[in-house]
């Protein structure tokens, strides 16, 4: 790795590797010969899987560290007792994205995908067409592929990364193709405004060699780009729509000319924007309309990503990532097409920032839900904030009811529930853990 070269470093202790993007960077650097452990505050999936790899994991922050060259991610607080002592010993600390952008520069392609939603999805697809490709290409996600994971490398000519805006950590990122699907305000705790996140995309979009932008997106395209994709005018767009049980077909046009035909597996609409922007990447690194189509169709979906996870009182539960009103919109309508009676909302605030900064945009997209049940917010990396909680949120929406606990939510979740009805829970903290502690168990 490119890292190595420049540090002789060949040992790594990751400080929260459970993460989703941490661990596939320890995996990463595992495979490539590495000597790799870590930490993390809980144990997990992705800590079992790494510990079925052979990369030791301890639970906790009173492990010493050894090695070279320390890891930690955004969510690490400082004073945070195992990167503070790292930091006295004189220990080579280096931020996921810095690493991240270290191993990007030892591949001589690299596609990144970023956008404020849909990324995790476009990355996914954009790894089964490589796969169907047989091209060697190295995948890190920010999510889990039904059937690849959150990593998977068949080898080191791409490489296939997520390319997050937060803190700005996607500069650290020089790219072959840079893929951008969309430009909303986020993350308000590093963004003071919409110009500001828009400047930092531009700045990633300068440092690709070719910029591939979501043409129906009012932000995205203004920002400077090679090739634009969507569903109204663009150099590669839908066309003839159809669905089936909100699982889409259509019709690939590149500059009016017809390519293939490609039908989905993902439910959702917004599926066909994730497959353009994949579609398109992949067509500016020589891969054919046919093996595309290939690759798209192989796609089944990923964790967490409007996934079926089980029943409660005999009820399906669906769980999304959605976080930001904009997610949650298109998750809602999705979920309201497909259900036979009304949709159940559970809703988890994720930062106090976000919530606060943008409740007038959540409290419009919730207050349409009939009786929304508030789950007390997951605070990531934030300390309380009143104004920014689940508490405040729900105070502003007539119907809406709260809970702090899988004991409360159980409670609502039964006050008004139908057989004919749908469960969607949606948030990117905890709440995915705590449903799944709730749902019916199968009969044995």
């Given at each position: 790795?490119?890292?190595?070269?420049?540090?002789?470093?060949?040992?790594?202790?990751?400080?929260?590797?459970?993460?989703?993007?941490?661990?596939?960077?320890?995996?990463?650097?595992?495979?490539?010969?590495?000597?790799?452990?870590?930490?993390?505050?809980?144990?997990?999936?992705?800590?079992?899987?790494?510990?079925?790899?052979?990369?030791?994991?301890?639970?906790?922050?009173?492990?010493?560290?050894?090695?070279?060259?320390?890891?930690?991610s955004?969510?690490?607080?400082?004073?945070?007792?195992?990167?503070?002592?790292?930091?006295?010993?004189?220990?080579?600390l280096?931020?996921?994205?810095?690493?991240?952008?270290?191993?990007?520069?030892?591949?001589?392609?690299?596609?990144?995908?970023?956008?404020?939603?849909?990324?995790?999805?476009?990355?996914?697809?954009?790894?089964?067409?490589?796969?169907?490709?047989?091209?060697?290409?190295?995948?890190?996600?920010?999510?889990?592929?039904?059937?690849?994971?959150?990593?998977?490398?068949?080898g080191?000519?791409?490489?296939?990364?997520?390319?997050?805006?937060?803190?700005?950590?996607?500069?650290?990122?020089?790219?072959?193709?840079?893929?951008?699907?969309?430009?909303?305000?986020?993350?308000?705790?590093?963004?003071?405004?919409?110009?500001?996140?828009?400047?930092?995309?531009?700045?990633?979009?300068?440092?690709?060699?070719?910029?591939?932008?979501?043409?129906?997106?009012?932000?995205?395209?203004?920002?400077?780009?090679?090739?634009?994709?969507?569903?109204?005018?663009?150099?590669?767009?839908?066309?003839?729509?159809?669905?089936?049980?909100?699982?889409?077909?259509?019709?690939?046009?590149?500059?009016?000319?017809?390519?293939?035909?490609?039908?989905?597996?993902?439910?959702?609409?917004?599926?066909?924007?994730?497959?353009?922007?994949?579609?398109?990447?992949?067509?500016?690194?020589?891969?054919s309309?046919?093996?595309?189509?290939?690759?798209?169709?192989?796609?089944?979906?990923?964790?967490?990503?409007?996934?079926?996870?089980g029943?409660?009182?005999?009820?399906?539960?669906?769980?999304?990532?959605?976080?930001?009103?904009?997610?949650?919109?298109?998750?809602?309508?999705?979920?309201?097409?497909?259900?036979?009676?009304k949709?159940?909302?559970?809703?988890?605030?994720?930062?106090y920032?976000?919530?606060?900064?943008?409740?007038?945009?959540?409290?419009?997209?919730?207050k349409?839900?009939p009786?929304?049940?508030?789950?007390?917010?997951?605070?990531?990396?934030?300390?309380?904030?009143?104004?920014?909680?689940?508490?405040?949120?729900?105070?502003?929406?007539?119907?809406?009811?709260?809970?702090?606990?899988?004991?409360?939510?159980?409670?609502?979740?039964?006050?008004d529930?139908?057989?004919?009805?749908?469960?969607?829970?949606?948030?990117?903290?905890?709440?995915?853990?705590?449903?799944?502690?709730?749902?019916?168990?199968?009969?044995?």
């Amino acid at each position: 790795m490119c890292l190595q070269k420049r540090s002789g470093a060949q040992s790594y202790y990751f400080i929260g590797i459970g993460g989703v993007s941490m661990s596939a960077l320890a995996r990463l650097l595992h495979e490539n010969g590495a000597c790799v452990r870590g930490s993390d505050a809980a144990e997990s999936d992705l800590t079992r899987m790494l510990a079925r790899c052979h990369i030791p994991v301890s639970i906790g922050d009173g492990e010493k560290i050894e090695e070279d060259t320390v890891v930690y991610s955004g969510a690490i607080k400082e004073g945070h007792p195992q990167l503070e002592a790292a930091r006295r010993a004189g220990k080579r600390l280096v931020e996921r994205s810095e690493l991240l952008g270290a191993i990007a520069e030892g591949y001589p392609h690299v596609i990144s995908v970023a956008g404020c939603h849909g990324k995790t999805t476009a990355s996914c697809m954009l790894a089964h067409i490589f796969l169907a490709a047989k091209a060697p290409f190295t995948a890190h996600i920010g999510g889990e592929d039904l059937s690849l994971g959150n990593y998977f490398s068949s080898g080191k000519q791409y490489f296939l990364t997520e390319a997050c805006e937060y803190r700005r950590s996607f500069l650290s990122l020089k790219s072959e193709v840079a893929v951008i699907l969309n430009c909303d305000l986020d993350h308000t705790d590093c963004y003071k405004n919409e110009e500001e996140i828009l400047a930092a995309y531009k700045i990633f979009a300068s440092q690709a060699k070719r910029t591939i932008v979501c043409a129906d997106d009012l932000r995205a395209r203004a920002i400077p780009h090679a090739v634009t994709f969507g569903q109204g005018d663009a150099d590669i767009r839908a066309a003839d729509i159809k669905k089936k049980d909100e699982r889409y077909a259509f019709t690939v046009l590149e500059r009016g000319e017809e390519t293939v035909r490609i039908t989905l597996s993902a439910i959702g609409r917004v599926h066909i924007y994730n497959a353009l922007a994949a579609y398109t990447a992949a067509r500016l690194e020589g891969i054919s309309p046919q093996t595309i189509k290939a690759g798209l169709e192989a796609f089944r979906g990923v964790k967490r990503r409007f996934e079926s996870i089980g029943t409660f009182c005999g009820v399906p539960l669906i769980c999304d990532y959605a976080h930001h009103p904009r997610e949650i919109a298109s998750t809602i309508s999705t979920a309201e097409k497909i259900a036979k009676g009304k949709v159940q909302i559970v809703f988890q605030p994720h930062t106090y920032t976000r919530t606060r900064d943008l409740m007038a945009d959540f409290v419009a997209v919730l207050k349409t839900c009939p009786s929304p049940i508030i789950y007390a917010t997951y605070p990531a990396r934030e300390n309380f904030i009143f104004e920014g909680s689940a508490a405040a949120l729900a105070a502003r929406l007539p119907n809406a009811r709260y809970a702090d606990g899988p004991a409360s939510l159980s409670r609502r979740l039964r006050e008004d529930l139908h057989p004919s009805d749908l469960i969607l829970v949606l948030g990117a903290g905890d709440i995915y853990q705590i449903v799944q502690t709730i749902l019916d168990r199968p009969r044995t």
